[in-house]
Protein backbone atom coordinates (compact mmCIF):
# COMPACT_ATOMS: atom_id res chain seq x y z
CA UNK A 1 0.00 0.00 0.00
CA UNK A 2 1.39 3.46 -0.73
CA UNK A 3 2.22 5.30 1.89
CA UNK A 4 1.01 8.50 3.28
CA UNK A 5 2.74 11.64 4.54
CA UNK A 6 1.65 13.63 7.58
CA UNK A 7 3.99 17.50 7.51
CA UNK A 8 3.54 18.36 11.12
CA UNK A 9 4.26 22.62 11.26
CA UNK A 10 4.17 24.39 14.48
CA UNK A 11 3.55 27.93 13.90
CA UNK A 12 3.66 30.82 15.87
CA UNK A 13 2.71 34.37 14.12
CA UNK A 14 4.07 33.06 10.98
CA UNK A 15 1.71 34.60 8.88
CA UNK A 16 4.35 35.97 6.17
CA UNK A 17 5.69 32.22 5.85
CA UNK A 18 3.17 29.79 5.67
CA UNK A 19 1.31 30.40 2.10
CA UNK A 20 5.43 29.63 0.28
CA UNK A 21 6.12 26.99 2.84
CA UNK A 22 3.20 24.93 1.60
CA UNK A 23 3.90 25.78 -1.78
CA UNK A 24 7.50 24.49 -1.50
CA UNK A 25 6.07 21.65 0.25
CA UNK A 26 3.92 20.62 -2.53
CA UNK A 27 6.86 21.12 -4.66
CA UNK A 28 8.77 18.84 -2.90
CA UNK A 29 6.05 16.28 -2.51
CA UNK A 30 5.36 16.17 -6.02
CA UNK A 31 3.64 12.24 -6.85
CA UNK A 32 3.75 11.68 -3.21
CA UNK A 33 0.33 11.41 -1.13
CA UNK A 34 0.82 14.26 1.54
CA UNK A 35 -1.33 16.39 3.86
CA UNK A 36 -0.13 19.31 6.15
CA UNK A 37 -0.74 20.07 9.84
CA UNK A 38 -0.23 23.51 11.23
CA UNK A 39 -0.86 23.79 14.92
CA UNK A 40 -0.93 27.04 15.33
CA UNK A 41 -0.54 29.03 19.10
CA UNK A 42 -0.37 32.54 17.42
CA UNK A 43 -1.86 36.00 18.91
CA UNK A 44 -1.38 38.05 15.44
CA UNK A 45 -3.41 37.49 12.29
CA UNK A 46 -1.56 33.84 11.49
CA UNK A 47 -4.83 31.94 11.64
CA UNK A 48 -6.69 33.70 9.14
CA UNK A 49 -3.71 33.24 6.63
CA UNK A 50 -4.48 30.02 7.67
CA UNK A 51 -7.77 29.60 7.02
CA UNK A 52 -7.58 31.20 3.86
CA UNK A 53 -4.86 28.56 2.94
CA UNK A 54 -6.74 25.73 3.44
CA UNK A 55 -9.41 26.64 1.70
CA UNK A 56 -7.26 26.90 -1.38
CA UNK A 57 -4.82 24.37 -0.71
CA UNK A 58 -6.89 21.27 0.48
CA UNK A 59 -3.35 19.75 1.30
CA UNK A 60 -3.51 21.71 4.56
CA UNK A 61 -5.26 21.39 7.56
CA UNK A 62 -4.97 24.12 10.82
CA UNK A 63 -5.87 23.51 14.42
CA UNK A 64 -5.64 26.74 16.38
CA UNK A 65 -5.17 26.23 19.79
CA UNK A 66 -6.18 28.93 22.48
CA UNK A 67 -4.69 29.58 26.26
CA UNK A 68 -1.95 26.82 25.21
CA UNK A 69 1.08 28.40 24.13
CA UNK A 70 3.12 28.83 27.19
CA UNK A 71 3.00 24.77 27.06
CA UNK A 72 5.26 25.12 23.98
CA UNK A 73 5.93 24.27 20.64
CA UNK A 74 6.43 20.30 21.62
CA UNK A 75 3.06 19.87 22.40
CA UNK A 76 1.72 21.57 19.75
CA UNK A 77 3.80 19.16 17.66
CA UNK A 78 2.36 16.20 19.23
CA UNK A 79 -1.15 17.22 18.75
CA UNK A 80 -0.44 17.55 15.00
CA UNK A 81 1.49 13.80 15.28
CA UNK A 82 -1.98 12.61 16.96
CA UNK A 83 -4.40 14.36 14.84
CA UNK A 84 -2.18 13.63 11.23
CA UNK A 85 -3.30 10.27 9.60
CA UNK A 86 0.13 9.84 7.32
CA UNK A 87 1.90 6.55 7.40
CA UNK A 88 4.98 8.56 8.15
CA UNK A 89 4.87 11.66 9.87
CA UNK A 90 7.67 14.68 9.39
CA UNK A 91 8.06 17.73 11.55
CA UNK A 92 9.20 20.94 10.16
CA UNK A 93 9.50 24.44 11.12
CA UNK A 94 7.70 26.95 9.38
CA UNK A 95 9.99 30.01 8.57
CA UNK A 96 11.62 28.01 5.97
CA UNK A 97 14.75 27.36 8.01
CA UNK A 98 14.35 23.68 6.92
CA UNK A 99 13.99 23.48 3.07
CA UNK A 100 11.16 22.14 2.32
CA UNK A 101 13.35 20.03 -0.86
CA UNK A 102 14.28 18.11 2.16
CA UNK A 103 11.06 16.42 2.18
CA UNK A 104 11.60 14.41 -0.81
CA UNK A 105 14.76 12.61 0.10
CA UNK A 106 13.39 11.93 3.91
CA UNK A 107 10.98 10.52 2.24
CA UNK A 108 12.81 7.98 -0.28
CA UNK A 109 14.73 7.19 3.31
CA UNK A 110 11.70 6.17 5.12
CA UNK A 111 10.53 4.03 1.77
CA UNK A 112 14.01 2.31 2.11
CA UNK A 113 13.44 1.07 5.22
CA UNK A 114 14.51 3.50 8.43
CA UNK A 115 12.26 4.02 11.37
CA UNK A 116 13.41 7.67 11.09
CA UNK A 117 14.80 10.12 8.94
CA UNK A 118 17.21 12.90 10.31
CA UNK A 119 18.57 15.67 8.17
CA UNK A 120 22.00 16.70 9.70
CA UNK A 121 23.56 19.94 8.78
CA UNK A 122 27.06 18.74 10.59
CA UNK A 123 27.84 15.75 8.31
CA UNK A 124 29.26 15.72 4.54
CA UNK A 125 27.05 18.26 2.01
CA UNK A 126 25.11 19.52 4.93
CA UNK A 127 25.88 23.45 6.34
CA UNK A 128 24.39 25.73 9.50
CA UNK A 129 23.70 28.51 6.82
CA UNK A 130 26.15 30.59 8.17
CA UNK A 131 24.56 30.61 12.09
CA UNK A 132 27.18 33.38 13.78
CA UNK A 133 29.49 32.52 16.20
CA UNK A 134 27.18 33.08 19.28
CA UNK A 135 24.74 30.72 17.58
CA UNK A 136 26.97 28.56 16.79
CA UNK A 137 27.80 28.57 20.62
CA UNK A 138 24.93 27.59 21.54
CA UNK A 139 23.95 25.14 19.54
CA UNK A 140 27.18 23.11 20.01
CA UNK A 141 26.79 23.43 23.63
CA UNK A 142 23.11 21.86 23.37
CA UNK A 143 24.09 19.25 21.50
CA UNK A 144 27.22 18.43 23.66
CA UNK A 145 24.44 18.97 26.70
CA UNK A 146 22.10 16.54 25.15
CA UNK A 147 24.78 13.80 24.34
CA UNK A 148 26.58 13.75 27.70
CA UNK A 149 22.80 13.36 29.45
CA UNK A 150 20.94 11.01 27.29
CA UNK A 151 22.84 7.96 25.49
CA UNK A 152 19.93 7.85 22.99
CA UNK A 153 21.47 11.07 21.18
CA UNK A 154 25.46 9.87 20.89
CA UNK A 155 25.25 8.69 17.76
CA UNK A 156 23.31 11.10 16.09
CA UNK A 157 25.05 13.96 14.59
CA UNK A 158 22.54 16.44 14.53
CA UNK A 159 20.32 15.87 17.57
CA UNK A 160 18.75 18.60 19.03
CA UNK A 161 17.25 20.14 15.89
CA UNK A 162 13.15 20.11 15.26
CA UNK A 163 13.53 18.74 11.59
CA UNK A 164 12.22 14.88 11.19
CA UNK A 165 10.65 11.84 9.79
CA UNK A 166 9.09 8.84 11.43
CA UNK A 167 7.16 5.70 11.42
CA UNK A 168 3.80 6.68 12.97
CA UNK A 169 3.22 3.13 14.18
CA UNK A 170 6.76 4.30 16.94
CA UNK A 171 4.25 6.28 18.62
CA UNK A 172 2.02 3.57 19.87
CA UNK A 173 2.74 3.02 23.75
CA UNK A 174 5.17 5.44 23.83
CA UNK A 175 4.87 8.15 26.85
CA UNK A 176 5.63 11.42 25.06
CA UNK A 177 5.44 14.00 27.67
CA UNK A 178 7.90 17.07 26.13
CA UNK A 179 8.96 19.96 28.37
CA UNK A 180 9.28 23.44 25.83
CA UNK A 181 10.75 22.79 22.56
CA UNK A 182 12.85 19.86 21.84
CA UNK A 183 10.43 17.36 20.09
CA UNK A 184 13.02 14.83 18.40
CA UNK A 185 15.15 14.54 21.46
CA UNK A 186 12.08 13.08 23.45
CA UNK A 187 10.93 10.80 20.43
CA UNK A 188 14.71 9.62 20.06
CA UNK A 189 14.55 8.63 23.91
CA UNK A 190 11.04 7.74 24.45
CA UNK A 191 10.44 5.61 21.37
CA UNK A 192 11.27 2.11 19.87
CA UNK A 193 13.25 2.33 17.02
CA UNK A 194 16.17 0.61 15.07
CA UNK A 195 17.58 2.06 11.80
CA UNK A 196 18.04 5.95 11.80
CA UNK A 197 19.00 7.11 8.02
CA UNK A 198 21.05 10.50 8.60
CA UNK A 199 20.58 12.79 5.53
CA UNK A 200 22.85 15.69 4.52
CA UNK A 201 20.60 19.69 4.75
CA UNK A 202 21.53 22.90 4.50
CA UNK A 203 19.91 25.12 6.70
CA UNK A 204 18.97 28.72 6.44
CA UNK A 205 17.94 32.03 6.96
CA UNK A 206 14.65 32.63 8.19
CA UNK A 207 12.00 33.97 5.58
CA UNK A 208 10.08 36.38 7.62
CA UNK A 209 8.89 37.19 11.01
CA UNK A 210 11.08 36.77 14.26
CA UNK A 211 12.36 34.20 15.98
CA UNK A 212 10.91 32.97 19.16
CA UNK A 213 13.85 31.24 20.97
CA UNK A 214 14.61 32.46 24.85
CA UNK A 215 16.23 32.03 27.87
CA UNK A 216 13.27 30.04 28.89
CA UNK A 217 13.53 27.81 26.10
CA UNK A 218 17.27 27.10 27.65
CA UNK A 219 15.61 26.20 30.85
CA UNK A 220 13.00 24.21 29.61
CA UNK A 221 15.59 21.83 27.69
CA UNK A 222 17.96 21.59 30.98
CA UNK A 223 14.91 20.61 32.66
CA UNK A 224 14.08 18.30 29.76
CA UNK A 225 17.05 16.40 29.61
CA UNK A 226 17.18 15.87 33.48
CA UNK A 227 13.70 14.31 33.05
CA UNK A 228 14.75 12.25 29.94
CA UNK A 229 17.21 10.67 32.14
CA UNK A 230 15.32 8.91 34.00
CA UNK A 231 11.97 8.23 31.81
CA UNK A 232 13.86 7.22 29.05
CA UNK A 233 14.24 3.69 27.54
CA UNK A 234 17.20 1.71 26.54
CA UNK A 235 18.41 1.58 22.44
CA UNK A 236 20.88 -0.63 22.54
CA UNK A 237 20.54 -2.35 18.71
CA UNK A 238 20.03 1.26 17.31
CA UNK A 239 21.59 1.76 14.16
CA UNK A 240 22.69 4.96 12.11
CA UNK A 241 23.35 5.23 8.88
CA UNK A 242 24.76 7.81 6.75
CA UNK A 243 24.20 8.83 3.46
CA UNK A 244 26.44 10.79 1.36
CA UNK A 245 25.14 13.74 -0.65
CA UNK A 246 25.28 11.17 -4.07
CA UNK A 247 23.79 8.27 -2.36
CA UNK A 248 21.14 10.31 -1.27
CA UNK A 249 20.24 11.56 -4.88
CA UNK A 250 20.44 7.77 -6.01
CA UNK A 251 17.70 6.90 -3.41
CA UNK A 252 15.62 9.76 -4.34
CA UNK A 253 16.19 8.37 -8.15
CA UNK A 254 15.11 4.59 -6.73
CA UNK A 255 12.34 5.57 -4.60
CA UNK A 256 10.76 9.04 -5.86
CA UNK A 257 11.06 8.54 -9.37
CA UNK A 258 8.63 10.87 -12.10
CA UNK A 259 6.00 8.39 -11.00
CA UNK A 260 5.88 7.89 -7.30
CA UNK A 261 4.55 4.49 -6.02
CA UNK A 262 4.80 5.47 -2.27
CA UNK A 263 5.71 1.46 -1.95
CA UNK A 264 8.43 0.95 0.73
CA UNK A 265 11.72 -1.37 -0.33
CA UNK A 266 9.59 -4.76 1.03
CA UNK A 267 6.42 -3.75 -1.00
CA UNK A 268 8.11 -3.07 -4.37
CA UNK A 269 9.90 -6.83 -3.77
CA UNK A 270 6.05 -8.31 -2.93
CA UNK A 271 7.20 -9.30 0.77
N1 LIG B 1 2.54 26.15 17.89
C1 LIG B 1 3.63 26.77 18.35
N2 LIG B 1 4.67 26.96 17.51
C2 LIG B 1 5.75 27.62 17.99
C3 LIG B 1 5.85 28.08 19.33
N3 LIG B 1 7.04 28.69 19.46
C4 LIG B 1 7.68 28.60 18.28
N4 LIG B 1 6.90 27.95 17.37
C5 LIG B 1 7.22 27.59 15.97
O1 LIG B 1 8.32 26.69 16.03
C6 LIG B 1 9.21 26.87 14.95
C7 LIG B 1 10.61 27.18 15.48
O2 LIG B 1 10.63 28.47 16.08
P1 LIG B 1 11.75 29.56 15.73
O3 LIG B 1 11.39 30.84 16.38
O4 LIG B 1 11.96 29.59 14.25
O5 LIG B 1 13.00 28.95 16.49
P2 LIG B 1 14.46 28.68 15.95
O6 LIG B 1 14.40 28.21 14.53
O7 LIG B 1 15.12 27.80 16.93
O8 LIG B 1 15.09 30.11 16.03
P3 LIG B 1 15.61 31.02 14.80
O9 LIG B 1 16.79 30.30 14.20
O10 LIG B 1 16.00 32.28 15.44
O11 LIG B 1 14.46 31.13 13.83
C8 LIG B 1 8.60 27.97 14.10
O12 LIG B 1 7.79 27.38 13.11
C9 LIG B 1 7.72 28.72 15.11
O13 LIG B 1 6.63 29.41 14.52
C10 LIG B 1 4.71 27.86 20.19
O14 LIG B 1 4.68 28.23 21.37
N5 LIG B 1 3.66 27.21 19.66
MG1 LIG C 1 13.51 29.32 13.09
Known amino acids: ?8 VPTFNESGNVAELAR ?10 YNIWFIDDSNDDTPKVLEELCKN ?10 GEAQTGLATAVIEGFNMADGDFLACMDADLQHPPAILRPMYAAMLSGA ?16 LNVIRKFVSGTARWMGKAALSSLRKISDPTSGLFMFKKSMLEGAD ?4 GWKIMIEVLAMCSYRLVVEIPYEF ?5 GESKISKKVTLQYIEQL ?9 HDSVIVTRWSPEFTESMVKKYCEKKMTGQTADEKAGN
Open 115 to 130: DICIPSRLIRGGSDGG
Open 226 to 234: KNLRTRGIR
Open 1 to 8: MAKKLSVV
Open 176 to 179: LKPI
Open 24 to 33: QVGEALDGVD
Open 57 to 66: DTHCHFHHRE
Open 204 to 208: QDRNS
